[in-house]
């Protein structure tokens, strides 16, 4: 790349830096004050709060990076259509297709960063503000270590090794202890169901102490008095968005060779991939944008114009890529349609600029 080629990949990157900063601070400011009014609820002290919104920082980020980087893209070259610059690197043989070269290399950059912010940052920083919030909801009955949740009802203590749904749980272990801490009984069961009564535990086995020594029992079919209600183990149930995208594939490989619904973590799977994908036909759409009909436009009116073009996506990305389903397309094909509806009007717009 020459000098001319660098100043341009600078200002690219510059503009997309200021507006994810000025969407950050716009992002936390307005959580804040929306989580202001469940401090007596959620018991979060000032600075619990805080850490609680910054934590949910990079979820949403994610999700907005290519409405970002259309802005951004906007306001880099946009700064220097105004002062004539860009006509002034036409002048001295600047091709269309170097100037094309450098936002590419601009779009990997961008799009490897987004990545990192979605599949190695937000999982993890979200699975700890849903673990801040599930600890003050629940109160201590309840906790998730590792991918194994724990609960408590009166006396019992219950191990879930898998939660498949609110209601249908997998590797469940029950143990019973008496006033004075004593074990009392020991269940173990691979499949469980969570009924109004209790809890329904299929080909369980288990142990029984009393003073004499040890029991061991078996059943294919037996109900505990477990009250541990659904929405309290779908509190502490696996989100999706906590997940990683290797982790969402074993997920989807999971309940597919069980018989079970997976669109939910497909749909998610290809959004993630295609978030990071779409920076580039946006940041190729933003060269034609301001190098054609906008390149004598106020500032305002590329924001504006970056603003309508995003939402316009966003909206699509929803209607399509959620509603594939309804509309009879293949996840996959749902969720990279947008993207490649995108690309081809990108790419018209560069064949049509000179």
Do not use: C
């Not at 490897?112 to 700890?128: F, K, N, S, Y």
């Not at 009924?195 to 142990?207: K, M, N, Q, V």
């Not at 290797?246 to 973590?265: K, P």
């Not at 759409?285 to 966003?314: C, E, K, N, Q």
């Amino acid at each position: 790349m020459n000098r001319l080629e660098r100043y341009l990949l600078r200002n690219m990157l510059a503009g997309v830096g200021t507006v994810l900063l000025v969407m950050s601070a716009l992002v936390v400011f307005v959580n804040l004050v929306s989580q202001v009014e469940d401090l007596n609820d959620t018991h979060f002290g000032a600075g619990q709060l805080l850490f609680y919104v910054v934590l949910r920082l990079p979820a949403f980020l994610f999700r907005t990076v290519p409405v970002a980087v259309l802005i951004g893209t906007l306001l880099g070259l946009g700064s220097l259509a105004v002062q004539r610059e860009l006509i002034a690197m036409r002048a001295v043989g600047l091709s269309l297709w170097r100037m094309s070269r450098a936002t590419v290399l601009a779009a990997v950059l961008i799009g490897a960063g987004t990545w990192v912010l979605g599949d190695v940052a937000g999982p993890p920083a979200e699975a700890m503000a849903q673990q801040m919030r599930n600890a003050q909801r629940l109160g201590g009955v309840g906790a998730r270590l590792a991918n194994q949740v724990w609960l408590r009802e009166g006396p019992y203590f219950v191990r879930v090794d898998r939660l498949v749904s609110p209601r249908l749980l997998g590797g469940v272990e029950v143990m019973a202890f008496s006033e004075e801490g004593r074990l009392q009984e020991i269940v173990r069961a691979p499949r469980a169901v969570v009924e109004p009564d209790g809890w329904l535990l299929f080909d369980a086995e288990g142990t029984r102490f009393d003073g004499e020594g040890a029991t061991v029992f078996r059943q294919s079919q037996g109900l505990w008095p477990l009250r541990i209600e659904p929405r309290m183990v779908e509190v502490l149930a696996v989100k999706p968005e906590t997940l990683t995208l290797a982790e969402l594939w074993r997920q989807i490989q999971f309940l597919e060779e069980n018989g079970l619904q997976s669109e939910l973590f497909a749909a998610l799977f290809w959004s993630r991939l295609i978030t990071s994908v779409s920076v580039l036909p946006m940041m190729l759409l933003a060269l034609p944008l301001v190098l054609g009909g906008l390149r004598d436009s106020s500032m305002v009116r590329r924001i504006a114009t970056g603003v309508g073009i995003g939402a316009i996506y966003y909206l699509t990305n929803l209607t399509v890529g959620g509603g594939g389903a309804v509309l009879g397309l293949p996840v996959v094909v749902s969720a990279w349609l947008p993207t490649a509806l995108l690309s081809l009007v990108a790419l018209w717009r560069l064949a049509r600029t000179r």
